[in-house]
């Protein structure tokens, strides 16, 4: 049985809505109107594995961070939220803690000296991990997260690495956009996927030591 089907048939009711919500398409921002469902004209998708591109200046920095899936939800959920300007309101936060408890949402994080250094937040429905938002609280914290995930989804059979809208931080890494009808071929291929989140044994090297940790918000 595909993955995605224990999360579309949840019985919890928000985690069987939200997830239902995000197989056809839609995704939850609050914009200052309240929690309401998003969709895109133009969707924005991350390559995975091999196709990522991965900008020169940031190579040197990939084995300086420790790898780890969920162990500092709340930590990356605040470290989102940090900012002037944010569509996750205490609402929609409460929801993602609520839905991280479910097993549907998720943080994959980067560590450093053994504090949290950024992460990807994310629901993961199938093949398919749609990414909600990243932060980083040292210097290519966040990059180094996303460059990971997506060796990480092409190791475990996911299909699908849905960035939702597109940006300038997001295009230096070769991420593209297809239509509403593109999307939905390749996101329902994906909900048919059998695909595991969890992390494998030996998947990086330790990370190299650094006496110094540079802090820094996005």
Same mark, same amino acid.
């Given at each position: 049985m595909p993955t995605a089907a224990v999360m579309l048939n949840h019985p919890d009711p928000l985690t069987r809505e939200v997830a239902r919500g995000y197989a056809g398409g839609g995704f939850l921002m609050d914009n200052g109107r309240g929690l309401e469902w998003y969709s895109s004209t133009r969707r924005a998708l991350v390559p995975l594995g091999e196709v990522l591109h991965i900008?020169?200046? %940031?190579?040197?920095?990939?084995?300086? /961070?420790? @790898?780890? %899936?969920?162990?500092d939800f709340p930590g990356v959920l605040a470290g989102c939220m940090a900012r002037s300007e944010t569509w996750i309101s205490p609402e929609l =936060? #409460?929801? $993602? %803690?609520?839905l991280n408890k479910t097993g549907l949402l998720h943080s994959f994080e980067t560590w450093q000296g053994g504090h949290l250094a950024g992460g990807v937040l994310g629901l993961s429905l199938g093949g398919a991990f749609v990414g909600e938002t990243m932060f980083h609280a040292v210097t290519h914290g966040s990059k180094v997260a996303l460059v990971r995930l997506s060796q990480h989804l092409t190791r475990r059979g996911f299909v699908l690495l849905d960035a939702q809208l597109q940006n300038s931080h &997001?295009?230096? /890494? #070769?991420? $593209?956009?297809?239509?509403? =009808?593109? $999307?939905? @071929?390749?996101?329902?291929?994906?909900?048919?996927?059998?695909? !595991? %989140?969890?992390? &494998? !044994?030996?998947?990086?090297p330790e990370p190299e030591r650094s006496n110094q940790i540079q802090s820094s918000h996005k």
């Open positions: 900008p020169h200046s %940031l190579k040197k920095h990939l084995s300086r /961070f420790e @790898v780890r %899936l969920n162990a =936060a #409460g929801i $993602y %803690l609520h &997001l295009q230096q /890494f #070769g991420t $593209y956009e297809i239509t509403p =009808a593109e $999307y939905a @071929v390749q996101l329902r291929r994906a909900l048919g996927k059998d695909a !595991d %989140l969890s992390l &494998l !044994d030996g998947e990086w």
